[in-house]
């Protein structure tokens, strides 16, 4: 069963707007959150993080929003910009659990 | 200049061949992770070690196999039992288990 859910695998953005990508956990015991960024045929590079004791994160153009009582967080871009079309993968960890679990990722594409 | 390198970046393998996926780190980080990335799966976690000599199996350990005799090498090799190991393989290292992974640039495996 999927710990970490990312729901939309792509998503299409105009370039200048707000790209909001979404991620759902259901593992109540998480309490670190981190979105990576992927470009194809390359290794995955941490974006930003967030703690369970936050519910907020800014990080440049990056902010990652953690509501944990809907078990819920998403990353906002703003604005979005060409280079940031990849794909998208939500990971958490905490718990019995001593690994970090991802989601299946989400496609972002920036439109012109 | 500190990070994780794979190699090589393209491998070949033949029919009941074993093959070996060179992962090498100068972070010190102790944690080192295997994934495998197939379209649409998303990263699934194929072994991982928490410290030298030490490894456990993840999601998908079956026909792989790994050793961890020096902190910052982690080698995983995949063996003639696994049924299909066309894939893109990612390894990773973080300071401890739980904390930010980081990804080398992964190593794209084709069967001939």
């Known amino acids: 069963d999927q710990q970490v859910k990312q729901n939309s695998p792509s998503l299409s953005v105009q370039e200048g707007r707000i790209s909001i990508l979404n991620c759902d956990y259901t593992?109540?015991?998480?309490?670190?959150f981190l979105w990576y960024k992927k470009y194809p045929a390359e290794g995955p590079t941490f974006l930003i993080s967030?703690?369970?004791?936050?519910d907020k994160n800014e990080d440049g153009r990056f902010t990652v929003f953690l509501n944990k009582s809907a078990k819920h967080l998403s990353l906002h871009i703003v604005p979005s910009q060409p280079g940031d079309s990849a794909v998208y993968f939500c990971?958490?960890?905490?718990?019995?659990?001593?690994?970090?679990?991802f989601g299946k990722g989400t496609r972002l594409h920036i439109l012109p | 200049d500190g990070g994780i390198t794979q190699s090589p970046k393209y491998l070949f393998r033949k029919e009941g061949q074993n093959v070996t996926l060179s992962c090498e780190q100068n972070?010190?980080?102790?944690?080192m992770y295997w994934y495998r990335q197939d379209p649409g799966q998303g990263l699934r976690l194929i072994y991982y070690?928490?410290?030298?000599?030490?490894?456990q199996k993840g999601d998908i350990a079956e026909g792989y196999s790994v050793s961890r005799e020096k902190k910052e090498s982690f080698p995983l090799t995949v063996t003639s039992a696994q049924k299909n190991p066309t894939a893109f393989y990612l390894c990773?290292?973080?300071?401890?288990?739980?904390?930010?992974?980081?990804f080398g640039p992964g190593t794209r495996l084709l069967v001939l």
């Open positions: 990773a290292s973080s300071i401890y288990s739980l904390e930010t992974q980081y």
């Open positions: 972070l010190n980080h102790d944690a």
């Open positions: 967030i703690s369970s004791i936050k």
């Open positions: 070690s928490q410290i030298v000599n030490d490894f």
């Open positions: 593992n109540s015991m998480f309490d670190y």
């Open positions: 990971a958490a960890s905490g718990g019995r659990d001593d690994k970090i679990i």
